[in-house]
């Protein structure tokens, strides 16, 4: 670890020097290691970092997350080239949607408006109408008339939460996140016992009857938010357990309690999300590889709902 750290100092100077000298910027996800998020230009959430993508006059983007938020930026910026420090970071909830299971499921159900959380690949994006992230999914639901029959796809937990938020019934894909499903009730039901002043918050990924005893379930950037502004001074939190650095740095008077999971093992880290390194990151941006390589056509349409999805967003202001 030690070793790490000192390699580590020389790595934040050699990715700064390299970023300026490429015109490249680095946009990081919340649960990226703490090292990362403080080498980025740019820290969000989904929808956040799709905005950042779309609107960036870098050459060169570098993606730290997972291979579906890569993807949406090259979606958004084709003409650009954007690199992941680790190919093989995948989604589990991405991977449980699969083009051609979709596209029969699609067929079951006729005549229906088909809103994908973002959380998805390519190929699923352009066989849906909108996109949607757990910031917007509210709203983009609520902008389509009441009688609009909707499929929602790929996580189940984010669309019966959204179904109980708006009061309409959608077809949902049986899809999950391994990370938002690990957490313990029963343990949590403890903790806040333990800790009657503590809030608990969680993201909307989360399991029902999780998201039943939250008193505040949101985006990251939402959760992040929510932090800052309430004024408890304890918080147990049911995400991936990134966020937290972001949390302690804006709140350093605050305490925040990882929501416990089901076993012993640190299953609320996400094992994609953690598989990109400061090392890679730098190594990444000297090679310019790996690179997210698309083809032209699925760019086309897979752009479509995305954009429509950036567009509803700018006039709601989100
Ligand atoms: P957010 O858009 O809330 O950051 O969620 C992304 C994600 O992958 C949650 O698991
Ligand atoms: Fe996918 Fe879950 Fe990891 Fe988010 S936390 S990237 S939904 S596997």
Not at 21 to 41: F, G, M, R, T
Not at 169 to 187: A, N, P, Q, R, T
Not at 207 to 212: A, F, T
Request: net charge neutral; aromatic share 6%; charged share 25%.
């Amino acid at each position: 670890m030690n070793s790490a750290k000192n390699t580590s100092v020389d790595l934040f100077s050699e990715i700064k020097i390299l970023k300026q000298k490429k015109n490249a910027i680095i946009l990081a996800h919340y649960y990226q290691e703490p090292d990362i998020q403080d080498a980025a230009d740019f820290i969000g959430d989904s929808l956040g970092l799709s905005q950042q993508a779309a609107k960036t006059k870098a050459d060169i983007i570098v993606f730290a997350g997972v291979h579906f938020m890569a993807e949406t930026a090259k979606i958004l910026s084709p003409q650009k080239k954007v690199l992941l420090p680790d190919l093989n970071a995948g989604c589990s909830l991405a991977d449980a949607c699969p083009a051609d299971k979709f596209s029969e499921f699609k067929k079951k159900h006729p005549n229906h408006t088909v809103i994908t959380y973002v959380n998805c690949s390519a190929e699923i994006k352009a066989l849906s109408d909108i996109i949607c992230t757990s910031t917007n999914a509210q709203k983009i639901v609520e902008s389509l008339p009441k009688d609009e029959k909707i499929i929602f796809a790929p996580d189940k937990n984010l669309g019966r939460f959204i179904e109980k938020q708006t009061g309409r019934k959608m077809v949902l894909w049986d899809g999950s996140c391994m990370v938002h499903e690990i957490f313990s009730l029963k343990k949590i039901i403890q903790l806040k016992e333990k800790h009657p002043d503590t809030k608990f918050i969680a993201h909307p990924e989360c399991e029902e009857s999780v998201l039943q005893i939250a008193d505040y379930i949101g985006s990251t950037t939402g959760l992040l938010n929510y932090t800052i502004k309430n004024s408890a001074n304890k918080f147990i939190v049911a995400t991936e357990t990134g966020i937290i650095y972001q949390m302690e740095k804006a709140s350093p008077d605050k305490i925040f309690i990882p929501a416990p999971p089901d076993n012993s093992c640190a299953c609320n880290d996400c094992p994609h999300m953690k598989l990109n390194t400061l090392e890679k990151l730098y190594t990444c941006l000297r090679d310019e590889k790996p690179e997210i390589i698309l083809d032209k056509y699925l760019i086309e349409r897979a752009a479509k709902p995305i954009r429509r999805m950036l567009d509803i967003s700018e006039k709601l202001g989100l």
